[in-house]
């Protein structure tokens, strides 16, 4: 018998939802809560009568988060709200004794920074109370850590280079519109870019550089330098590594609206005041834009996202590439939710699963790629999300 309590019903929630409810042997009773109960009933409505319960709650308020906690009698939250609550959750999953998962690392909504330390500085709580935060339980972060994990442990003695390759080819129609919340996304692709190269991070300008890529059964693709989440642990747990880089595809379209924003300050985060009412330029086009949940009915193409590792084994070179592809309308056909949504929301289900089954087991906030990639691996091909791996 276990209890999961899912805050955030929004895009990835919905998949989330889905999944546990798909896999009601372990996830034996189901809590969905969010700051609007409406956006909680909606999923309610698309599942069995009786499958899941609905609960409001603000989650920036640790006291009222850990009540909601507590009254659920919850073994596990999984945090897919946004990431400005991942404190405020972990802090009520302190008060409460329950373990924690998230899919993307703390950020302050002032400062668009994407950081583990907030979170990590939480890691002797939770180990001192024998509890496990698992951080990044998403695609990327997530099943790329896991994927390198998995090359680690079955393909080299040591890795020397990791390159991430994220595509998404999905079409929904819209001239602009972005997949997944337009705040976070936004702020994710408008920042700096950075890779980590001989114990140093190198920064670059903003799609400063791009490269590239033949993404099997998308074709080749323009890839684009950023930084990412997930390089800040894996620095920290590949053995050997000398560079990691992350690369996101971008249609021409996409950049040229991209670029247009920037220039005229709708990509803002501070506030302006426009007749006496202050107002943050990105929250406002945040609400102009189509509401990602909406495009999965519309969206055709399909998701490559994967590792290309090099390094050696037995003192020989060699390069292999992990790699995941989704379609987005089977996605939707599925659980109502496009193919962006689906592989986060899988693989959080995923790692729920294997923290309640005991196969992933720990205390203190740790990253996807310290535990075994295997079981989680298994998951993937039988959950929904089947992998392949190439030797190049
Ligand atoms: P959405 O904006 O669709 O959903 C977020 C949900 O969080 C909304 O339903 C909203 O509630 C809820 N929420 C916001 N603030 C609060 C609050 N204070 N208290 C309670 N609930 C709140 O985002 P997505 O579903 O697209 O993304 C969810 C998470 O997944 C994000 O953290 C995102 O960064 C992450 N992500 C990770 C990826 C990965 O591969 N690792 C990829 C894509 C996303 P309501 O509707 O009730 O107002």
Not at 1 to 18: D, E, N, P, Q, W
Not at 91 to 111: G, K, S
Not at 316 to 339: F, G, L, M, N, T
Request: contains cysteine.
């Amino acid at each position: 018998m276990s209890t999961v309590l899912i805050i955030g019903a929004g895009g990835v929630g919905r998949v989330v939802t889905h999944k546990c409810v798909m896999n009601k042997k372990v996830f034996t009773k189901i809590v969905l809560a969010s700051r609007r109960i409406s956006s909680c009933e909606k999923i309610q409505s698309e599942l069995e009568e009786g499958a899941i319960t609905v609960a409001q709650v603000d989650a920036d308020n640790v006291a009222q988060t850990t009540e909601l906690i507590k009254s659920t009698g919850a073994s596990l939250v999984i945090n897919v709200a946004l990431p400005y609550q991942d404190l405020t959750i972990m802090d009520a999953c302190l008060n409460a004794n329950v373990a924690y998962l998230d899919t993307a690392n703390y950020e302050h909504p002032d400062t668009a920074k994407f950081e583990y330390k907030e979170q990590w500085a939480k890691h002797e709580e939770f180990k001192a109370k024998g509890l496990l935060a698992l951080l990044g339980s998403g695609f990327d972060p997530g099943v790329t850590n896991v994927f390198c994990a998995y090359a680690q442990k079955h393909y080299f003695d040591e890795i020397h280079t990791i390159d991430i390759l994220d595509c998404n080819d999905g079409d929904h129609g819209y001239p602009f519109a972005t997949n997944f919340n337009p705040e976070i996304n936004l702020r994710e692709v408008s920042s700096k870019g950075r890779y980590w190269e001989n114990g140093k991070w190198i920064e670059t300008d903003p799609m400063e550089f791009k490269m590239k890529w033949d993404y099997p059964e998308v074709g080749e693709r323009d890839s684009y330098l950023l930084y990412h989440e997930e390089m800040e642990s894996l620095v920290k747990h590949i053995k050997g590594l000398k560079r990691i880089r992350f690369f996101m595809t971008f249609g021409e379209s996409y950049l040229t609206h991209l670029k247009c924003l920037e220039n005229v300050g709708m990509l803002r985060i501070d506030e302006v005041e426009v007749n006496g009412v202050k107002v943050v330029p990105l929250q406002l086009l945040k609400e102009l834009l189509p509401d990602p949940s909406s495009l999965g009915e519309r969206t055709k193409g399909k998701t490559n996202i994967g590792i290309v590792a090099e390094g050696l084994k037995n003192g020989i070179k060699k390069r292999i590439y992990i790699y995941q592809i989704s379609d987005h309308e089977a996605c939707y056909k599925e659980v109502k939710s496009q193919a962006v949504s689906y592989t986060t929301g899988v693989p959080a289900m995923i790692g729920a699963k294997l923290m309640l089954e005991g196969k992933w087991s720990g205390a203190g906030t740790l990253n996807m790629e310290e535990f075994d990639p295997d079981p989680f691996m298994k998951e993937l091909n039988e959950q929904g999300l089947p992998w392949q791996v190439k030797e190049l």
